[in-house]
């Protein structure tokens, strides 16, 4: 399975822009670059997902690089609700398998906000 | 909003005892997965289903069962609980889409499941 490498720990100021990268090389075609996060003491929160061109969402944009083989999930005003795990995982689509939307995560990025 | 409900938040059990996890989810959803998240280790997958009374392993099934009678609920068992079980269990559902399904997973807050 291909994996994701990110950082272990981030810190940002309250109402910055925060830039959480995420590193796929191994990446197949047809893998979706999933996030999601993890607040204290809750399961993980789905935040977006992409194939190939960057997505928007009211929660976060995901920047996918043209060859696939990373990507940022970028916070545009960091709040101190903000503060959780971050985890990019890889969406895999194997058509002959039975995926169904597995989704294998890894350690994620600790985010912390700082007022 | 899609919700998914665990039945408890903590639970402790003595070893040996046989467990029942409950998870419902209220948006007709056709998958549902079980995890279970350490420290060091992450979130890792147990079991998930894509159909009523379908059932596929993940990563790491021994010791476990489940049971999905109806689409909406979706049942982990410990069949005889033992310490190194002691964890925090995470349910969540997904839309179908058949195998090649990327859509987004909902999750529970979880049990803490603590087996003495």
């Known amino acids: 399975d291909a994996k994701t490498t990110q950082p272990n720990s981030m810190e940002s100021n309250e109402e910055e822009p925060v830039h959480l990268p995420c590193n796929h090389s191994?990446?197949?075609?047809?893998?979706?670059i999933h996030w999601y996060r993890q607040l204290p003491s809750q399961g993980p929160e789905y935040v977006i997902h992409?194939?190939?061109s960057n997505v928007n969402n009211r929660m976060a944009s995901l920047a996918i690089a043209e060859d696939r083989k990373s990507s940022t999930l970028i916070l545009h005003r960091a709040t101190l609700r903000d503060a959780a795990v971050y985890y990019c995982?890889?969406?895999?689509?194997?058509?002959?398998?039975?995926?169904?939307?597995?989704?294998?995560f890894g350690q994620g990025t600790i985010l912390t906000v700082h007022p | 909003d899609v919700k998914v409900t665990q039945s408890s938040r903590y639970l402790v059990k003595r070893t040996g005892e046989k467990v029942f996890l409950e998870c419902v989810q209220d948006?007709?959803?056709?998958?549902m997965f079980w995890y279970r998240q350490d420290p060091g280790l992450g979130l890792r997958l147990i079991y998930f289903s894509y159909d009523v009374k379908m059932k596929e392993k993940g990563d790491i099934p021994e010791g476990y069962s489940v049971s999905r009678e109806k689409k909406e609920r979706f049942s982990l068992i410990l069949e005889s609980a033992s310490t190194n079980q002691t964890s925090m269990y995470l349910c969540a559902s997904s839309t179908g889409g058949g195998r090649g399904s990327n859509q987004p997973q909902h999750f529970g807050d979880g049990t803490r499941l603590s087996i003495l």
């Open positions: 995982i890889l969406g895999h689509r194997d058509g002959g398998g039975t995926s169904y939307g597995k989704l294998t």
């Open positions: 948006m007709d959803h056709e998958n």
């Open positions: 191994t990446i197949s075609g047809t893998d979706y």
């Open positions: 992409g194939l190939t």
